[in-house]
């Protein structure tokens, strides 16, 4: 019988602050969603991960979340008006025939550890019903407008997360028979009179609410891989001739000029040694290995397609790029004026925040074959960190 997961994902998260819903923001360089799913699809015990998204962010998901998920991709459901129908719409894509234990789980509680997703799974084998849970510690007042009316008896009581699991049958069972509104779903599993074992959760599976949260979970993650990191750092080196035309492109960027770059593809100059670039981080060849000149295929490909690849294969070898650096060797076009959008650019290809991506230009003060104005050479540094 499958153990489950279903991660409830449906929620608007405005509290955080941002344009889009918390939940796609990303953290340290990947969708706190994202996150999420990989926490629970990297464990063998989980035999299926049921995502849940709100109809409206399905576009966000397939965008943002989906292609930082690597080869293992979950089933997605759709929301419903709140948590707990959201919930049930996770649990009816589960078949009590096929699923026996099933697992609840923020989806913004993206730093839950796998020793704490086994510390759940084994106590839900030996218990009706099993969630994480920290006892207060700290003294609780009662209080009104900002003054303390009486202090609170903290015996007893514990700070809920999840993930919460249950038999698949019991908890459709506590669903469907409960009316109103509960904030999770130990409250469900009480009202329908399962027992369930409290095991000893986690301070850092935090639930990321506001934007103190984000920075919290920062911290978290820079202490966590502390010792463990694996860093990559990489670098790419390309050259291109002119020929007679009008315009060049760098980074993705048409820039006018009297003459065009010679080249199979577009001959991104720029866009090359980056790739490239990433590419001797991971140890992966280069341009040419994945995308031979010899094949006309590429004739003219906007070198876009090279970076996305690069960009996909650093996330299904489990990495992230953290920062680029990119020197364009040229007497002219003049780049400097370029340089704001062609960061944009990179970074809009790559993923990642602007202030990751560095692009600069130098001449080589009329020497050699930059100086003389016979192509454009571009050299670029990638690091990729492990996620
Ligand atoms: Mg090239």
Not at 90 to 113: F, Q
Request: net charge neutral.
């Amino acid at each position: 019988m499958e153990t489950a997961a279903v991660i409830v994902a449906a929620g608007k998260g405005t509290r955080a602050g941002g344009d889009i819903p918390k939940q796609f923001q990303l953290l340290d360089g990947l969708p706190v969603l994202a996150r999420t799913i990989r926490a629970f699809s990297s464990i063998s015990e989980i035999d299926r991960v049921v995502v849940v998204v709100g109809a409206d962010y399905l576009g966000l998901y397939r965008e943002l979340v989906e292609p930082r998920l690597g080869a293992q991709k979950p089933e997605i459901v759709m929301g419903g008006a709140a948590r707990s129908q959201s919930v049930l719409n996770g649990l009816a894509a589960l078949k009590p025939g096929d699923t026996h234990m099933v697992l609840i789980h923020d989806g913004a509680r993206p730093l839950v550890s796998r020793a704490l997703i086994l510390r759940v799974i084994d106590a839900a084998k030996l218990h009706q019903a099993a969630a994480p849970a920290i006892a207060v510690s700290d003294t609780l007042w009662r209080g009104a407008d900002r003054v303390v009316t009486a202090s609170a008896n903290r015996a007893g009581l514990f700070r809920a997360q999840t993930p919460q699991a249950f038999a698949l049958s019991d908890i459709v069972a506590a669903h469907k028979g409960f009316d109103g509104a509960a904030t999770d779903d130990v409250e469900l599993a009480l009202a329908a009179g399962l027992a369930v074992k409290i095991v000893a959760g986690d301070e850092d599976n935090i639930k990321i609410t506001t934007p103190a949260d984000f920075a919290r979970a920062r911290r978290i993650l820079g202490e966590g891989f502390g010792g463990q990191m694996d860093i990559r750092t990489g670098n790419g080196f390309d050259v291109h001739a002119f020929e007679a035309g009008d315009h060049v492109v760098l980074c993705g960027l048409k820039i006018p000029h009297i003459a065009a770059l010679k080249g199979h593809s577009d001959a991104d100059v720029a866009m090359h040694a980056l790739t490239d670039a990433i590419y001797g981080a991971l140890a992966a060849g280069d341009i040419g290995t994945w995308f031979p000149p010899s094949d006309a295929k590429w004739r003219g490909a906007a070198s876009d397609i090279f970076l996305r690849h690069a960009t996909k294969m650093t996330h299904d070898q489990g990495f992230k790029i953290t920062h680029v650096d990119l020197t364009l060797i040229c007497e002219r076009p003049k780049i400097s004026p370029h340089s704001g959008a062609m960061r944009a650019r990179l970074a809009e290809i790559m993923g990642i925040e602007c202030n990751r991506v560095s692009v600069k230009a130098t001449t080589s003060e009329r020497l050699g074959f930059t100086g003389r104005s016979e192509g454009i050479a571009a050299m670029a540094t990638a690091t990729l960190v492990s996620l």
